[in-house]
């Protein structure tokens, strides 16, 4: 039934399988963790420049 619909969506009969093991072993919760995206360092501001453009935004707002 499973290799059926991998055929029909024209996904890889592998990446299929290894999502779906994935899936039986952690639930969904791994399959979270998988796609979020891994924060990149150099794109990041410091840390103090971070906080006041935070307390800027939310005085903004208010």
Known sequence: MYLKHVSTWDIQEKAFIHTKELYEKGGEATLQEISRRKPCPK?????KIETSVVAFAIQKIN
Do not use: Q
Not at 43 to 47: P, T
């Open 43 to 47: 794109n990041r501001v410091e840390e």
